[in-house]
């Protein structure tokens, strides 16, 4: 398995623009985990998933970021629209609920807005 | 809710140095244990975990055992080498409807030659 694939790698936007970040999880794992990190705050949970059902979405910083899991193989991670202060590096993982519950992490998503 | 609390950084060491990255945990239920560590412009990666108490976890020369009692687990190793300079993140999978993990704050280790 190519691991869990994170796209773009980067991504320069302006404000106000729409910014969509893709993710693939591990073929087979049940859950799916978006992060954002930065120097200040560290690594937070945005929103995990469940079998593609979203399960705790209590991180996402405001109604201008959205997710999605149409299936087991795909999820995004929309800003409507951006702000400078959402530039970071955002991770996605995966993991198996019953199989020590270990993540794997992409390369990640660096965003910039300017 | 869960959370977890690990020493800030950085921590800087001559190599072959001990290492002691603490890490304490609050949580319902038992939930399992890992360390996990960042290099620059990669993703995080596992180095070890704990599914219950009083299990150790270990690898490539570093361990953690879970500790129960005093909710803690600390990451330990007996010689660092330049080669471990990189982020170190505690984290735990509890259950609260669904597996949650949730990291520490990461720290910092410089290892200098």
């Known amino acids: 398995d190519a691991g869990v694939i994170q796209s773009p790698r980067h991504e320069v936007t302006e404000m106000g623009q729409e910014v969509t970040l893709r993710c693939k999880p591990i073929s087979g794992h049940d859950y799916l985990f978006w992060y954002r990190q930065t120097m200040m705050r560290g690594l937070e949970l945005l929103i995990y998933?469940?079998?593609?059902?979203?399960?705790?979405d209590s991180g996402m910083p405001e109604d201008r970021f959205s997710a999605k899991m149409p299936n087991a193989s795909f999820s995004t991670l929309k800003i409507q629209p951006s702000e400078p202060r959402d530039s970071a590096v955002y991770f996605c993982?995966?993991?198996?609920?019953?199989?020590?519950?270990?993540?794997?992490f992409g390369q990640g998503t660096r965003l910039t807005v300017v | 809710g869960n959370s977890v609390t690990q020493m800030e950084g950085p921590v800087t060491l001559s190599e072959e140095a001990f290492l002691t990255i603490n890490c304490t945990y609050t949580a319902t239920g038992y939930p399992s244990l890992f360390w996990y560590v960042q290099y620059p412009g990669e993703g995080l990666q596992l180095l070890l975990k704990a599914t219950k108490a009083d299990d150790k976890g270990s690898n490539k020369g570093f361990e953690a055992t879970y500790r129960k009692e005093t909710t803690s687990f600390h990451l330990e190793k007996g010689s660092v080498q330049v080669s471990d300079s990189a982020v170190y993140f505690c984290?735990?999978?509890?259950?609260?409807?669904?597996?949650?993990?949730?990291f520490g704050a990461g720290t910092r280790l410089f290892v200098k030659a």
């Open positions: 993982a995966s993991s198996l609920g019953t199989g020590g519950r270990i993540a794997f």
């Open positions: 984290a735990l999978s509890g259950y609260t409807g669904g597996f949650k993990t949730i």
């Open positions: 998933f469940n079998n593609n059902v979203p399960i705790d």
